[in-house]
DNA sequence: CATATGATGGACT
DNA sequence: GTCCATCATATGG
């Protein structure tokens, strides 16, 4: 079952949180590709500096303003980077996808990242993009509506301990921990 | 146009 | 652990 819209629209911190052990789908020319959310970072708005939305609106963060369940997907250091929309219309904010334990289309995951080692598949928030092969193309979906990328709730019964760090990669942190983990977990990014 | 800038990854020591 | 290739965007001339 997708998640819905109310599951996005609340504090970013808590759906980050609630992200973990969700499986992200993405279908594409008959091709299923995915896995099971093992770490996220959550991010808000003005009053947070290492978040796109600390600043003024641009084409590629104005959704950052929508209401949440829309992906947001952007390049840095020449990887495509896949976040998810949360809070309301006007409140800002965004969770990213950081790391997947794979689990649909492993082979072909294999294929697009030119790496047979399940560990290299989807384990970092560049790397997943590729496997799954979301671009600019998936930018702007609504991941509650759409039925070739979003995200469902886990078939099993799960039970995990969560760890906290601070955000990776980021020049200006708050002082808050905002990444989110399986612990324990062989997948996660470092 | 030109250039600076990353919410990174991979190769290497 | 260190180094650097990466490339779409944003911004300023």
Same mark, same amino acid.
């Given at each position: 079952?997708?998640?819905? @819209?109310? $599951?996005?629209?609340?504090?970013?911190?808590?759906?980050?949180?609630?992200?973990?052990?969700?499986?992200?789908?993405?279908?594409?020319?008959?091709?299923?590709?995915?896995?099971?959310?093992?770490?996220?970072?959550?991010?808000?708005?003005?009053?947070?500096?290492?978040?796109?939305?600390?600043?003024? @609106?641009?084409?590629?963060?104005?959704?950052?303003?929508?209401?949440?369940?829309?992906?947001?997907?952007?390049?840095?250091?020449?990887?495509?980077? $896949?976040?998810?929309?949360?809070?309301?219309?006007?409140?800002?904010?965004?969770?990213?996808?950081?790391?997947?334990?794979?689990?649909?289309?492993?082979?072909?995951?294999? @294929?697009?990242?030119?790496?047979?080692?399940?560990?290299?598949?989807?384990?970092?928030?560049?790397?997943?993009?590729?496997?799954?092969?979301?671009? @600019?193309?998936?930018?702007?979906?609504?991941?509650?509506?759409?039925?070739?990328?979003?995200?469902?709730?886990?078939?099993?019964?799960?039970?995990?301990?969560?760890?906290?760090?601070?955000?990776?990669?980021?020049?200006?942190?708050?002082?808050?921990?905002?990444? $989110?983990?399986?612990?324990?977990?062989? $997948?996660?990014?470092?």
């Amino acid at each position: 079952m997708k998640l819905d @819209k109310k $599951f996005y629209e609340r504090d970013s911190e808590r759906v980050a949180r609630k992200l973990l052990g969700k499986n992200l789908i993405h279908k594409q020319d008959d091709k299923i590709a995915g896995g099971r959310i093992v770490e996220t970072e959550a991010y808000y708005g003005k009053e947070d500096p290492a978040s796109r939305a600390s600043k003024k @609106k641009t084409k590629i963060n104005r959704h950052m303003w929508k209401k949440g369940g829309i992906s947001l997907v952007y390049m840095v250091h020449g990887n495509w980077l $896949f976040n998810i929309t949360t809070e309301g219309p006007d409140i800002p904010g965004a969770v990213l996808i950081r790391a997947l334990e794979p689990i649909h289309g492993q082979e072909i995951m294999k @294929k697009r990242r030119t790496r047979s080692e399940l560990k290299h598949l989807t384990s970092g928030p560049g790397k997943l993009t590729q496997a799954l092969r979301i671009t @600019k193309d998936q930018n702007d979906v609504d991941v509650t509506e759409s039925d070739n990328l979003y995200i469902e709730y886990s078939n099993r019964e799960e039970s995990f301990r969560i760890g906290t760090s601070n955000r990776i990669g980021v020049s200006e942190d708050l002082d808050r921990e905002l990444r $989110f983990f399986v612990d324990d977990n062989r $997948f996660v990014s470092c």
